[in-house]
């Protein structure tokens, strides 16, 4: 077994997500079946629904865009050896920050409100990150667990707030003031009319632009070098005299900051208002996208616009096949970071064996060692 | 504050703690196998639903609760391949295993019955029904005593008696057993185990046949005993409650029931407090709601003792390092 050798490059970063989407999507398939359904037509129901034309398209980017914040904040905190479970808290809270800047200065110009509440975002996310990441560092408490609490702290803490507190008078349900016009972020409709009534903004930019951040500060700085050491081995960045504590703290509450751009996205460009559970579990489509994109911006980018087209693939669904729909996406995302996540045993020992006897060099090498070990 | 009201409150704890006592047991084994399972809630709800799902069909709370022990178990298995035999995250496992029984339960649960996801109302034989403990009649008028023998001890579903009764046999079988020695210290030392010819999967695989079994019970506890049908998502975050209790409880049987009864406590609480109206004394419910997350929280940062798990935990056992 310990002969084996890793695998190539482009089978760890792309035949082997492949495989695990394809057997994901085969298991959910079957389930399909069973209830007597085609599968074929439901995939066929999810493509064309996702992006049969511009209206479907608008929103698999909408969702997209959600999805790579979530996707990044998950995958930034994986480079350090950390688990960020608590993306959906992250978010929520993030809210509050949006909508209180939003709320404050309605009456000026959205050009001048994005920034601020993006800085807002950052900062509300990034701080209920930043607990969990400081009792992990400096209290060793473990920051799944801890993020996980969150999770529902967060839950009861915005249940309150919008019950008691920002719900303006005369509105019954658990809501907050409607943000003025003005003051919104514009759609991307508005320039292209291709994407005409769909919820898809000017966020879509700001998530390219933290794909691009995040790829340069993961590999091109020192930052993003001392982050990688202490995800392969903590011991070592501590020894190379890189301060873990203080990195683990940094990374969770940037972590937390990427998640908390998802309520930018959604409070200012989409709901223009904050709604109860606005969030509607991204954080967690962020895990299996951050797992089918290996935690790097590129694969993020691909495995986001998967979800994203699942998730508008899945609303269209019930309207092609009658009973089917967007449940049947949730078994596929869950399938597939079962697949990739956790039982990434499952294919890459088969592979490794298969793809070693393609290449000559290694075939050689296998076969002298076989020899070596027959002969003594 | 009259005793009735203290005696309803205590009743409703009972009831309110009994599933998060199962999960939390649950977790106990599987956890101090050195497995981590944050899974809990995807079992319970797995449970739940095939504990509804055959309570419809058969008309029989026995076969319900069958159908709920056998799915929870095979999603434990399914958990287990992942996190044992092919060494996977067993963190990931658990989060992909809550999410496939949210998906799971709600699609299978409109496609078979045409509900929106619940799963028929269940009367008469389909639920478990309250069990009258001897004398419960006779002692009633008793001062004091009566009243809580006959309200608060008898007048249980089965399964309430069950957790409970859970508790010490758990004690029993982790401290006072040669299975528990092991399983603790698979989950501190595994390497020990192996050393001394015990096989460590073969170990973990058993805690987690018990959690899924226990997880089973706590399922069908929200379809056929406490509710009367299963209802999308019914378990509602009681798996991390559980998970948050067995952290409190620092692993341990006793703590946990007595950490899951003040759990219920507070959820029992939370319940009166929403329809009496009385949150006027300026705790919101949310905060209350929001209490056992915190406790935990604070306790795990050390700065009310320190809640440390097995040593072992999270880890797939590979023999070759």
Sequence with gaps: MSALRPLPRWADVVLLPILNLLLALIVSGLVVLAIGHNPFTAIWAIITGAFGNGYNIGYTLYYATNFVFTGLAVALAAHGGLFNIGGNGQAYVAGLGVITVALALQDTHWLIIAPVALLAAALFGGAWAFIPGYLQAKRGSHVVITTIMFNFIASALMIYMLNRVLKPVGVSGPESAMIAEAARMPKLGQFFPIFNYTPVNLSIIVAILALIGVYILVWHTRFGYALRVMGQNPTASRYAGISNSRMIIITMTLSGALAGMVAFNEVLGVQNRLVLDFVADAGFVGIAVALMGRNHPIGIAFAALLFGALYQGGNELQYVISGLDRTVVVIIQALVILFTGAMEGLFRPGLQRTLMLFSPEQKAEAIERETVRSES | ?321
């Excluded at chain 2, 095939?50 to 419809?56: E, H, S, V």
């Excluded at chain 2, 045409?114 to 269940?122: K, N």
């Excluded at chain 2, 092991?182 to 959690?211: C, F, H, M, W």
């Design chain 2, 1 to 321: 504050m009259d005793f009735a009201f203290v005696l309803s409150l205590l009743d409703a704890t009972l009831r309110l703690s009994t599933p998060l006592l199962l999960a939390c047991l649950a977790g106990l084994y599987s956890e101090r196998a050195g497995v981590f399972d944050i899974g809990l809630e995807g079992k319970m709800l797995m449970a739940a639903f095939a504990a509804g799902a055959m309570a419809a069909v058969t008309g029989s709370a026995w076969a319900g609760l069958g159908a709920a022990l056998v799915i929870s178990v095979m999603t434990a298995v399914l958990q287990g391949a992942a996190a044992i035999t092919l060494r996977g995250n067993q963190l990931i496992a658990g989060v992909a295993i809550n999410m496939l029984a949210a998906g799971l339960t709600t699609f299978l649960g409109q496609q078979w019955f045409r509900q929106g996801g619940r799963t028929p109302q269940l009367s008469g034989e389909g639920r478990f029904g309250a069990i009258q403990l001897p004398f419960a009649q006779e002692l009633a008028g008793v001062p004091i005593i009566g009243p809580i023998y006959a309200d608060l001890i008898s007048g249980h579903y089965i399964l309430v008696y069950i957790a409970f009764l859970a508790v010490p046999i758990t004690a029993y079988v982790l401290f006072r057993t040669r299975f528990g020695l092991r399983l603790r210290a698979v989950g501190e030392n595994p390497k020990a185990v192996d050393t001394a010819g015990i096989s460590v999967n073969r170990l973990r695989y058993q805690a987690v046949l018990i959690t899924g079994l226990l997880c089973g019970f706590a399922g069908a506890y929200f379809s056929i005993a406490q509710g009367s049908g299963f209802g999308n998502n019914m378990t509602a975050g009681r798996g991390f409650i559980a998970l948050a209790a067995l952290i409190f409880a620092k692993w341990k049987p006793v703590p946990a029931m007595f950490t899951c009864l003040l759990f219920g406590f507070l959820e029992a609480l939370q319940i009166r407090f929403q329809s009496a109206q009385i949150a006027g004394i300026d705790i919101p419910v949310q905060a209350i709601q929001a209490l056992p997350y915190v406790l935990t929280v604070i306790l795990l940062a050390g700065f009310i003792g320190k809640a440390v798990g097995p040593k072992a935990g999270g880890v797939a056992y590979s023999k070759e390092r």
